[in-house]
């Protein structure tokens, strides 16, 4: 464990934060962004209709992540029109790991929800989150395609094999209660994300998450949650890097670091 200033590790001194606003948000969203400019137009009509109809004041946290596209100046008009919206501008690409760290240290409230760029997890699927959270007093509450058989029809096996042959290890090693460590599609307890010194650089941050919530016995939910294709942007995953990265976390994780 460490403390909550270990969640720090994502941001530098030349990264620029704009101020929060001066009320805490009942509910803040971290959303990274890299190159995610195709993405960003689309939050107006495909993303805060979604956030709008949760019924809490929440905060959009757009981490943009070292990007080299016009997202650093749409994320900018997005934040000039939504009084929501918090730009965190990270001076080089740290990956998604850095990225979401760099989220969790700037994120305020009793709960913090993540979501992928490109929306391929249904963003009005937050609320059920956020109810099994208050309901089950879970640490962590995370969606799954993997729960029910038509959840992921439109993905590629090209993207589904991987990702089932990965999540298969990790239940394996961790624990079979939940069908998936990989997703971003989450809602953490505040105090039990802050608490952690993770260390993954990569997408794999979010199975080092799910294994040490495991490990250490957290109350954990997984909800089903439908997975669809990428409709815009280019996806960020490289394959063989990221298998390297999780056998890395799986060394790490089985020594007890």
């Not at 009320?23 to 993303?47: G, K, Q, W």
């Not at 939504?82 to 994120?107: H, I, P, Q």
């Not at 993540?114 to 099994?132: C, E, G, H, R, V």
């Amino acid at each position: 464990m460490a403390t909550e200033g270990s969640a720090r590790r994502g941001l530098k001194a030349h990264d620029r934060v704009l101020p929060p606003n001066t009320l805490t948000p009942e509910m803040p969203v971290v959303l990274p962004c890299h190159n995610e400019a195709d993405n960003i137009v689309r939050y107006p009509d495909a993303l805060f209709p979604a956030l709008d109809s949760l019924g809490l004041g929440y905060e959009l946290l757009l981490i943009d992540d070292g990007s080299t596209d016009a997202t650093p100046a749409r994320a900018a008009d997005l934040q000039s029109a939504r009084k929501e919206v918090r730009l965190v501008t990270l001076a080089s690409n740290l990956g998604l790991g850095g990225a979401l760290r760099a989220g969790f240290s700037e994120a305020r409230g009793a709960f913090i929800a993540t979501l992928d760029a490109d929306l391929t997890f249904p963003p009005a699927s937050i609320k059920d989150l956020y109810q099994a959270a208050v309901a089950g007093k879970a640490d962590l509450v995370s969606g799954s395609p993997y729960l029910r058989r038509d959840d992921m029809t439109d993905v590629p096996w090209a993207r589904r094999l991987p990702s089932l042959m990965i999540n298969a290890l990790y239940r394996s090693l961790f624990g079979h209660a939940l069908t998936a460590y990989t997703p971003v599609f989450r809602l953490y307890r505040s105090s039990f994300i802050k608490s952690l010194d993770l260390m993954a650089n990569g997408f794999e941050i979010n199975a080092e998450i799910a294994a040490r919530a495991m490990i250490d016995r957290r109350v954990v939910i997984e909800l089903p949650v439908p997975l669809h294709a990428r409709t815009a942007g280019a996806s960020k995953l490289q394959r063989g890097r990221e298998l390297k990265r999780h056998l890395s976390l799986i060394l790490r994780l089985l020594s007890g670091q």
